[in-house]
């Protein structure tokens, strides 16, 4: 119990919550660090305008959170409604920032990022065929199109090289 006591104190004499506003404005910088490298599932969908409604719905709703301490109630309620308000304001930055940082990462980076079109290499297209062969249509992609292709079996009853 005593080191908690003296970590505490500690703590109030940094001067972090002497104002509201100074440890809502860490709290919300260092969620904005976090967002620089968020990343999501691609969606085209996305635009500005919805991520802005989000961020500047949350950073309202995260500072009017300040006004709980004036409802007449006790002070159980007053922390769980502050608690719940500045919840619902942070995860709707959180949300917004979200997909701000996507939308921005979509702009800038347009680039395969899966390198499939180097990946890519010619198959067989001929179709080899003799009285035992098996063969299989195929399609494959090689420089952005759809090209046919055959999978030929020749000798299915040829010895395995492994066995």
Same mark, same amino acid.
């Given at each position: 119990?005593?080191?908690?006591?003296?970590?505490?104190?500690?703590?109030?004499?940094?001067?972090?919550?002497?104002?509201?506003?100074?440890?809502?404005?860490?709290?919300? /910088?260092? &969620?904005?660090?976090?967002? %620089? =490298?968020? !990343?999501?599932?691609?969606?085209?969908?996305? @635009?500005?305008?919805?991520?802005?409604?989000?961020?500047?719905?949350?950073?309202?709703?995260?500072?009017?959170?300040?006004?709980?301490?004036?409802?007449?109630?006790?002070?159980?309620?007053?922390?769980?409604?502050?608690?719940?308000?500045?919840?619902?304001?942070?995860?709707?930055?959180?949300?917004? /920032?979200? &997909?701000?940082?996507?939308? %921005? =990462?979509? !702009?800038?980076?347009?680039?395969?990022?899966? @390198?499939?079109?180097?990946?890519?290499?010619?198959?067989?297209?001929?179709?080899?065929?003799?009285?035992?062969?098996?063969?299989?249509?195929?399609?494959?992609?090689?420089?952005?199109?759809?090209?046919?292709?055959?999978?030929?079996?020749?000798?299915?009853?040829?010895?395995?090289?492994?066995?």
């Amino acid at each position: 119990m005593h080191l908690t006591d003296r970590l505490i104190v500690n703590i109030k004499r940094t001067g972090l919550f002497d104002r509201f506003i100074t440890s809502k404005l860490i709290a919300v /910088g260092f &969620l904005i660090i976090s967002l %620089i =490298g968020a !990343k999501g599932r691609k969606d085209e969908t996305l @635009n500005y305008k919805s991520a802005f409604a989000y961020i500047i719905s949350g950073l309202s709703i995260y500072f009017i959170s300040y006004f709980s301490f004036f409802i007449s109630m006790d002070n159980e309620t007053k922390a769980i409604v502050y608690m719940g308000i500045t919840s619902l304001g942070f995860i709707l930055v959180l949300t917004g /920032g979200t &997909l701000l940082s996507r939308i %921005i =990462g979509m !702009k800038f980076n347009n680039r395969d990022i899966f @390198n499939k079109e180097n990946e890519t290499f010619p198959q067989e297209e001929r179709l080899l065929e003799n009285e035992y062969s098996i063969n299989l249509p195929a399609k494959y992609h090689l420089k952005g199109k759809i090209r046919k292709s055959w999978i030929n079996i020749i000798n299915p009853f040829a010895p395995s090289p492994h066995s």
